[in-house]
């Protein structure tokens, strides 16, 4: 017990983060989050490969999240909801929707959370970046959205950018409705 003990611990530091399993590069991700030895911007590579590779699988495999899927192995919905925090907390702008379509169900405060991110100011289309975001939130739950919304309003803690951008996806929403009424064949 004591030499299979051993040999894990020294193959998990001797295998690079990339040659592991989902499962095994969850684990790792987990215990580094709960112990706090790296910053978020150390952290948020590590996401983004974890993420990278549910992508991956999804389009190579042809698979959608569910029994056996990566998402399912990830098992990152069932964390608790301190560390899915950190997560979106750590993960970069254009991780946030892979994560939240990963997470399946957010709350009201992890949905704020995702909403206060913003663009490095390189980005050369934000909107994209806000809009992939609101689609994910919106896709989680129709509602989510103006809770969070709501909650930031009551706070007081609206980002500078997120009228205008929650107006303009609002806007899009509603054009996607009247459009699927008139075509309802078409897919949107």
């Given at each position: 017990?004591?030499?299979?003990?051993?040999?894990?611990?020294?193959?998990?530091?001797?295998?690079?983060?990339?040659?592991?399993?989902?499962?095994?590069?969850r684990?790792?991700?987990?215990?580094?989050?709960?112990?706090?030895?790296?910053?978020?911007?150390?952290?948020?590579?590590?996401?983004?490969?974890?993420?990278?590779?549910?992508?991956?699988?999804?389009?190579?495999?042809?698979?959608?999240?569910?029994v056996?899927?990566?998402?399912?192995?990830?098992?990152?919905?069932?964390?608790?909801?301190?560390?899915?925090?950190?997560?979106?907390?750590?993960?970069?702008?254009?991780?946030?929707?892979?994560?939240?379509?990963?997470?399946?169900?957010?709350?009201?405060d992890?949905?704020?959370?995702?909403?206060?991110?913003?663009?490095?100011?390189?980005?050369?289309?934000?909107?994209?970046?806000?809009?992939?975001?609101?689609?994910?939130?919106?896709?989680?739950?129709?509602?989510?959205?103006?809770?969070?919304?709501?909650?930031?309003?009551?706070?007081?803690?609206?980002?500078?950018?997120?009228?205008?951008v929650?107006?303009?996806?609002?806007?899009?929403?509603?054009?996607?409705?009247?459009?699927?009424?008139?075509?309802?064949?078409?897919?949107?």
């Open positions: 017990m004591a030499k299979a003990n051993l040999f894990r611990k020294i193959w998990s530091e001797a295998l690079p983060f990339v040659a592991l399993t989902p499962e095994r590069k684990a790792w991700l987990l215990r580094v989050l709960r112990k706090g030895h790296l910053t978020d911007q150390e952290i948020a590579p590590y996401i983004h490969l974890l993420i990278e590779e549910y992508q991956y699988d999804n389009i190579i495999g042809g698979e959608t999240p569910g056996g899927s990566p998402a399912e192995n990830l098992d990152i919905g069932n964390l608790p909801r301190e560390i899915i925090m950190r997560l979106l907390e750590c993960a970069e702008i254009y991780d946030i929707p892979i994560l939240i379509n990963i997470i399946g169900h957010l709350t009201v992890e949905a704020v959370l995702a909403l206060r991110k913003i663009p490095p100011p390189y980005e050369k289309r934000p909107l994209e970046a806000f809009d992939s975001i609101f689609q994910a939130i919106h896709e989680c739950d129709h509602n989510l959205l103006a809770r969070a919304r709501d909650k930031m309003l009551s706070q007081g803690t609206i980002p500078a950018h997120f009228i205008s929650y107006e303009r996806f609002q806007e899009i929403l509603k054009d996607k409705e009247v459009l699927s009424s008139l075509f309802p064949q078409a897919e949107m």
